[in-house]
């Protein structure tokens, strides 16, 4: 079966400092990769997406970026981190581009 | 553009109660539509889905049917329990995206023993 990794589980950090987040997807080949923030009281934001190694999609303008080094890790990071970053970051991923999307536990993420 | 509207929330109702939660959408072609869940401090759960016209979508005693003339897809069940406390989302997928999901709001259900 698949499984979805997300770590850390939470996150506490200045501002202007760097940030990684690493999602891992096992138990399927070449999937199609997410990742989402959810701010307080602002739902689910896309942010990135990859259909492949070395292919990243951008949603929205940011100071985050994205990276697929392997098949199935996807990794989000920041060289300064903002307050506006906090949120809980979720990743996913999907079989097809059009199917349903499994998402991992998320991070939870705090600036200050 | 590609959108959906959830009922604002929160909902508060007494366990055994009727749930709905409704859910209407704006999309190009023939979208496939979603409803997630997630519980507190937790990711998101896929729910049910409806990938055509009519579809109805169940899992766990919740249902929503794919209304394509209401463009509709409203979450019901008959007889909510405590354990049913989550934050519950309705999504499309648009047959003409690069597969990305578009999240209604969110609609928080909290139910009382």
């Known amino acids: 079966s698949q499984t979805i990794h997300q770590w850390p589980a939470t996150l506490v950090q200045p501002v202007g400092s760097p940030l990684s987040l690493e999602c891992t997807v096992e138990?399927?080949?070449?999937?199609?990769l997410y990742w989402y923030r959810q701010a307080a009281g602002r739902g689910l934001q896309l942010l990135f997406y990859?259909?492949?190694?070395?292919?990243i999609s951008s949603e929205v303008p940011q100071n985050l970026s994205a990276s697929r080094p392997q098949d199935r890790q996807f990794i989000l990071s920041s060289k300064k981190l903002l307050l506006s970053d906090s949120g809980f970051y979720l990743c996913?991923?999907?079989?097809?581009?059009?199917?349903?999307?499994?998402f991992g536990p998320g991070t939870r993420l705090t600036v200050l | 553009g590609n959108s959906v509207t959830q009922m604002e929330g929160p909902v508060t109702l007494s366990e055994e109660a009727f749930l709905t939660i409704n859910c209407t959408y704006t999309a190009t072609g023939y979208p496939s539509l979603f409803w997630y869940v997630q519980y507190p401090g937790e990711g998101l759960q896929l729910l049910l889905k409806?990938?055509?016209?009519?579809d109805k979508g169940s899992n766990k005693g919740f249902e929503a049917t794919y209304r394509k003339e209401t463009t509709s897809f409203h979450l019901e069940k008959g007889s909510v329990q405590v354990s049913d406390s989550a934050v519950y989302f309705c999504a499309l997928i648009s047959g003409g995206s690069q597969g990305n999901l578009i999240f209604g709001k969110g609609t928080k259900l909290s139910v009382k023993p």
């Open positions: 409806a990938t055509k016209a009519d």
């Open positions: 996913a991923w999907s079989v097809r581009v059009s199917g349903e999307q499994f």
């Open positions: 138990g399927t080949s070449n999937p199609n």
């Open positions: 990859s259909i492949g190694i070395g292919q």
